[in-house]
């Protein structure tokens, strides 16, 4: 028996476990158990999307709420003239985005990839707003660049209010279920971020620095259903 092997065997023993089989690993992988969630996060939809833009403002991200897809264009407008910024941005090439009619603002001038160095601001959609910590829960893929969530100082994050969810847990169970196969086999996204504001560090004389290690800014654009 391995030094490995003794030490679990001994958890295993403390914890009143027989044996550790294939079924039990299984079983363990396939079950998903959630844990205590916060009272405050346990609402009608309406009312976690109201949670979710409060939350994300307290953390220091900005939140516009529109009524249409139609409305992004002028949402982003507006945020890139109150902060001074090009009318210049990098788009995820993801179809979540494609009905978004940029040519109602033409004086944007927007490409669809990879955010690179000289990308000032990005636009993304998200895998889900967890509405119990204000946070974005963004799942990387070939149309969802992991570049454009962390080198642009500007992240600019579409969602839909169908996509706010109340908690962590319900966050995991939607990538699953988004991650499922047609087979019933599961392919998960090679990265899951979260993020809960924008980049931010005190680690320097107890300062708070904004930017340290990705965007200064966290803008949420919240479309409503009842538009859609």
Same mark, same amino acid.
């Given at each position: 028996?391995?030094?490995? !092997?003794?030490?679990?065997?001994?958890?295993?023993?403390?914890?009143?476990? %027989?044996?550790?089989?294939?079924?039990?690993?299984?079983?363990?992988?396939?079950?998903?158990?959630?844990?205590?969630?916060?009272?405050?996060? #346990?609402?009608?939809?309406?009312? #976690?999307?109201?949670?979710?833009?409060?939350?994300?403002?307290?953390?220091?991200?900005?939140?516009?709420?529109?009524? =249409?897809?139609?409305?992004?264009?002028?949402?982003?407008? !507006? +945020?890139?003239?109150?902060?001074? *910024?090009?009318?210049?941005?990098?788009?995820?090439?993801?179809?979540?985005?494609?009905?978004?009619?940029?040519?109602?603002?033409?004086?944007?001038?927007?490409?669809?990839?990879?955010?690179?160095?000289?990308?000032?601001?990005?636009?993304?959609?998200?895998?889900?707003?967890?509405?119990?910590?204000?946070?974005?829960?963004?799942?990387?893929?070939?149309?969802?660049?992991?570049? *454009?969530? +962390?080198?642009?100082?500007?992240?600019?994050?579409?969602?839909?209010?169908?996509?706010?969810?109340?908690?962590?847990?319900? %966050?995991?169970?939607?990538?699953?279920?988004?991650?499922?196969?047609?087979?019933?086999?599961?392919?998960?996204?090679? =990265?899951?971020?979260?993020?809960? %504001?924008?980049?931010?560090?005190?680690?320097?004389?107890? =300062?708070?620095? *904004?930017?340290?290690?990705?965007?200064?800014?966290?803008?949420?654009?919240?479309?409503?259903?009842?538009?859609?």
């Amino acid at each position: 028996m391995s030094a490995r !092997d003794a030490i679990l065997g001994r958890i295993r023993d403390n914890l009143q476990r %027989g044996e550790l089989g294939t079924d039990a690993v299984e079983e363990r992988l396939t079950r998903h158990e959630e844990g205590i969630r916060p009272e405050r996060a #346990q609402l009608p939809h309406a009312a #976690q999307v109201d949670l979710f833009a409060a939350m994300a403002e307290e953390v220091d991200a900005s939140v516009a709420r529109v009524s =249409t897809i139609g409305d992004v264009p002028g949402a982003v407008a !507006d +945020f890139l003239t109150a902060h001074n *910024l090009p009318a210049r941005l990098v788009a995820a090439p993801d179809e979540r985005l494609e009905t978004i009619p940029w040519a109602r603002k033409p004086t944007l001038e927007v490409r669809r990839g990879s955010a690179e160095e000289s990308d000032a601001v990005s636009v993304t959609p998200a895998l889900a707003g967890i509405a119990e910590t204000g946070t974005i829960m963004a799942a990387s893929g070939s149309a969802t660049p992991t570049t *454009l969530n +962390f080198l642009p100082e500007n992240h600019v994050v579409v969602l839909r209010e169908s996509e706010v969810v109340g908690t962590y847990e319900e %966050g995991w169970r939607r990538l699953r279920e988004q991650s499922e196969g047609s087979g019933g086999e599961t392919s998960m996204p090679r =990265t899951v971020n979260f993020i809960t %504001g924008p980049s931010r560090t005190a680690d320097i004389a107890m =300062t708070l620095y *904004l930017g340290a290690h990705g965007p200064r800014r966290l803008h949420i654009i919240l479309v409503s259903d009842d538009g859609e």
